[in-house]
């Protein structure tokens, strides 16, 4: 059962434009969340994470906004450059269970940023 | 060099074969993944260490075994392949208590079973 949901395999937008890739998770213990990227022949690389005690974190043109009700968190990036077309994959963390370190990854959704 | 050093880059193997994953790093993290990437599967754990003495199991453990010989090297080892191994593998370290958080990962291992 996936704990970790990018139900949308693929995005693509316009150069300038705004990017948003979603996820959802199913764990309400999940208390630290993680957004990476991926270049093709290259492992991921961490972006920008957000603990459960905050709504938002931003760094400089990536945002990630957490809605814990929903148990949903979006990755922002404005403006969007051809240089973000990757695989972006969500990932969460149950810090506060002492299984700390073991990252749960969604699907992985593939963004186009068209020049 | 880089910080995680999977080997082989690449391999193609025989249903059956015995073959052994390998996977070094000069981070000095004492915790170390093994993770594989399917399409529409995206990245799931197989076997993770917290430290030399532990190994745990991830969510996809059956058909693989790993070692840890160091607190730099984890490997990777399928008994018997089969095709459905067939996959991108990752090695990843992270440290206890780091602040900023998150994985290092190495380049990937491609493996194809016939």
């Known amino acids: 059962d996936q704990q970790v949901k990018q139900n949308s395999p693929s995005l693509s937008v316009q150069e300038g434009r705004i990017s948003i890739l979603n996820c959802d998770y199913t764990n309400s213990m999940f208390d630290y969340f993680l957004w990476y990227k991926k270049y093709p022949a290259e492992g991921p690389t961490f972006l920008i994470s957000i603990s459960s005690i905050k709504d938002k974190n931003e760094d400089g043109r990536f945002t990630v906004f957490l809605?814990?009700?929903a148990k949903?968190?979006?990755?922002?990036?404005?403006?969007?450059?051809?240089?973000?077309?990757?695989?972006?994959?969500?990932?969460?963390d149950d810090r506060g269970s002492g299984n700390t370190g073991k990252l749960i990854f969604g699907q992985g959704t593939t963004l186009q940023v068209k020049p | 060099d880089a910080d995680v050093t999977q080997t082989p880059r690449n391999r193609i193997t025989k249903t059956g074969k015995r073959i052994m994953l390998e996977c070094s790093q000069t981070k000095g993290h004492d915790r170390m993944y093994w993770y594989r990437q399917d399409p529409g599967l995206g990245l799931r754990l197989i076997y993770y260490s917290f430290d030399v003495k532990d190994i745990n199991k991830g969510e996809i453990s059956d058909g693989y075994s790993v070692s840890r010989q160091a607190q730099a090297k984890f490997s990777l080892s399928l008994e018997s392949a089969?095709?459905?191994?067939?996959?991108?593998?990752?090695?990843?370290?992270?440290?206890?208590?780091?602040?900023?958080?998150?994985?290092?990962?190495?380049?990937?291992t491609r493996l194809t079973v016939v």
């Open chain 1, 67 to 69: 809605n814990k009700s």
């Open chain 1, 72 to 92: 949903h968190l979006s990755l922002h990036i404005v403006p969007s450059q051809p240089g973000d077309s990757a695989v972006y994959f969500c990932a969460a």
């Open chain 2, 82 to 108: 089969i095709p459905n191994q067939t996959a991108l593998y990752f090695c990843a370290t992270s440290a206890t208590g780091q602040g900023a958080y998150g994985y290092t990962f190495g380049s990937g």
